[in-house]
């Protein structure tokens, strides 16, 4: 079964603005990561926050936790038309299990 | 520099065929090793990963099999693929004891 679930599925904006994808699971987590996939091809690893953190920063990236509400969030500032792609978030367990389970993605279109 | 190859690329297969997807990881040693499918529209299914030669890990029973050979190589196989077989495999690596995947660039099998 998946654990993160993403939302919205579609996202469609105009570049220069802001893009902000949701992210919530359902059980304890010991990190949650954010990965890009541009059609048709592998997943480009973006950020790891850990449970223990509220927020971290990477370039234009933006993501936070709140693992009270389970849940995440993506923020992509002033996107640019090569920031199109899905963008999916994935949960890693407790433990020595290394194992991720990803959610369904959320589809960026941001338009020229 | 650490590189993923994945091959081939693209495949299109008779139901009945036998099936063989190779993946080998480039500039590290002992890397934990992933294959996922990925259906069209969905997020990604972990079917199998290895922490180490010859030793493979099934998360879904189904009809495909994984084996590692050598530190650095993974091979997905089938006996007798079914239409249900179809989508995009991935291969992922990640360094001992960390969460952190990183993909190779998939196999589009279609199964006729």
């Known amino acids: 079964s998946q654990q993160g679930e993403e939302d919205p599925q579609a996202l469609s904006i105009q570049e220069g603005e802001n893009a902000t994808m949701n992210c919530s699971y359902k059980?304890?987590?010991?990190?949650l990561q954010w990965y890009r996939q541009n059609s048709g091809r592998g997943l480009v690893h973006l950020i790891l926050i850990r449970s223990n953190e509220r927020e971290k920063h990477s370039g234009r990236l933006r993501v936070t936790l709140d693992t009270s509400k389970k849940s995440s969030s993506l923020l992509i500032t002033a996107s640019r038309a090569a920031d199109t792609a899905s963008y999916f978030c994935?949960?890693?367990?407790?433990?020595?299990?290394?194992?991720?389970?990803f959610g369904k993605g959320t589809l960026l279109t941001v338009n020229p | 520099s650490q590189t993923i190859h994945q091959w081939p690329a693209t495949l299109v297969q008779p139901v009945g065929s036998p099936l063989s997807l190779e993946c080998t990881v480039e500039g590290t040693s002992n890397p934990n090793l992933y294959w996922y499918r990925q259906a069209a529209g969905r997020g990604l299914q972990l079917l199998f990963y290895s922490v180490g030669i010859g030793q493979i890990s099934s998360e879904v029973p189904q009809n495909l099999s994984a084996s590692r050979p050598q530190d650095r190589q993974f091979i997905l196989s089938s006996k007798k693929l079914l239409l249900s077989d179809s989508g995009f495999y991935l291969c992922?690596?990640?360094?001992?004891?960390?969460?952190?995947?990183?993909f190779g660039p998939g196999t589009r099998l279609t199964v006729t």
């Open positions: 994935a949960t890693g367990g407790q433990g020595s299990n290394y194992k991720l389970t």
């Open positions: 992922a690596w990640s360094v001992p004891n960390a969460y952190e995947q990183y």
């Open positions: 059980t304890s987590i010991n990190n």
